[in-house]
């Protein structure tokens, strides 16, 4: 249940709250059309890499810069495992990164039977419209 205390301002109570991601509305809307994939949490493979190299917690990367994370690890992206035509991946890139699992496309964000969610729309003082989507709850 979400209490509005002050007007444009973002705050939740550090114990319900899971995740919360800040986009820019341009974001948000090749988030929603599988451009852009959200990196989930610190995976322990890409620990090796050297630090300006490593993916962020919490930002949204391309398909591309998600393949490339990857092609630094010993887990390579190669096409020619990903052939089949299989209906619930857009392409053979996708299918790998949702088998790896670290990055989270959209769909499977949304896609959580424990907590709840919300999108808010906010235009910011420079006039920026900014999306914040939440994941919240104390049923994990």
């Known amino acids: 249940m979400r209490h509005v ?3 444009s301002v973002f705050d939740s109570n550090s114990s319900t709250m899971h995740t919360c991601v800040i986009m820019t509305e341009d974001q948000y809307k090749k988030w929603e059309s599988g451009k852009l994939y959200y990196y989930k949490y610190s995976a322990w493979l890409f620990d090796n890499l050297p630090k300006e190299k490593r993916p962020e917690v919490g930002c949204l990367y391309t398909q591309d810069e998600v393949i490339s994370f990857y ?23 996708d299918q790998f990164i949702k088998e790896m699992g ?12 424990y907590l ?12 920026e419209r ?4 939440c994941k919240y709850g104390n049923d994990y």
């Open 71 to 93: 092609d630094l690890t010993k887990y390579k992206y190669d096409p020619s495992t990903y052939i089949s035509a299989n209906e619930e991946y857009s392409n053979s890139k």
């Open 116 to 127: 709840e969610m919300d999108n808010e729309k906010y235009i910011t003082p420079n006039g």
């Open 5 to 7: 205390i002050r007007r």
């Open 102 to 113: 670290d990055f989270i496309g959209y769909d499977d964000w949304f896609d959580d039977e």
């Open 130 to 133: 900014i999306i914040v989507c």
